[in-house]
């Protein structure tokens, strides 16, 4: 009995040295799982071969983060480049509505150029506030519930009577405001009685296509002053 163990024991070794885990020996020389494991646990090469191996997950998992971020990436260029693209054709529709124009020049006098994920309009003006709203819906598509709104207060405004003019003002429901802020001023003009909303829609493709049509109403301006 000795000798069979002996001699299984050393088949174990020799398996494990090859790359077998416990399991698979186990099965091989049909022994249990646990068996193999007191037999190797504290074996010099055995414990090598879990260091490598474990070396080995860690190097196969990096590369396969590596090749599903690359994919991502990847798949993300090509939306980026596509929404691009519609957004061009769109412009040439688009650019002889009044609405559409009006939008663009309002988020290019009042928004966030820089940000590539969110667009943001910050003005007090309400009329100007409500036509982006309607620029939103009717030529990027973005439905009123995607609508976010938090407001810039002095110290001087009450923050539930400004939350509740805005939504009146815009049409907006209490859970689309969020997170107002406030700026430490005593300022009390008349034409921050109510704070300054800023609009928020956290979406990369719409965001890509409106600064994409920010870049075509910018060049076609360029041409006609150059022609002037």
């Known amino acids: 009995m000795a000798t069979r163990k002996t001699h299984l024991r050393a088949e174990a070794v020799a398996f494990r040295i090859r790359g077998f885990t416990y399991l698979e020996i186990g099965k091989l020389l049909g022994v249990s799982r646990s068996t193999v494991c007191q037999w190797l646990k504290h074996d010099p090469v055995s414990i090598k ?48 509505h009044p609405g559409f124009m009006a939008g663009i020049a309002v988020y290019v006098a009042l928004g966030d150029l820089v940000s590539p994920g969110t667009i943001r309009l910050s003005t007090h003006r309400k009329e100007a506030q409500r036509l982006f709203h309607a620029f939103l819906a009717n030529y990027l598509g973005v439905t009123r519930e995607k609508i976010h709104v938090w407001l810039l207060l002095h110290p001087h405004h009450d923050e539930s009577t400004c939350q509740r003019y805005w939504q009146d003002q815009l ?27 800023n609009t928020i829609i956290a979406d990369t493709l719409a965001k890509k296509k409106l600064l994409t049509w920010v870049e075509l109403v910018q060049a076609d301006n360029e041409i006609i002053s150059g022609h002037g």
């Open 49 to 96: 071969v879990a260091h490598e191996t474990r070396q080995q997950a860690v190097r196969r998992n990096t590369d396969r983060l590596r090749l599903i971020n690359k994919a991502k990436e990847t798949s993300k260029q090509r939306e980026l480049a596509r929404v691009r693209e519609a957004a061009r054709l769109e412009y040439r529709h688009y650019r002889s």
């Open 171 to 197: 049409h907006l429901s209490e859970g689309q405001f969020y997170a107002h802020q406030r700026r430490p001023s005593t300022s009390e003009r008349a034409t921050l009685q109510f704070g300054v909303p």
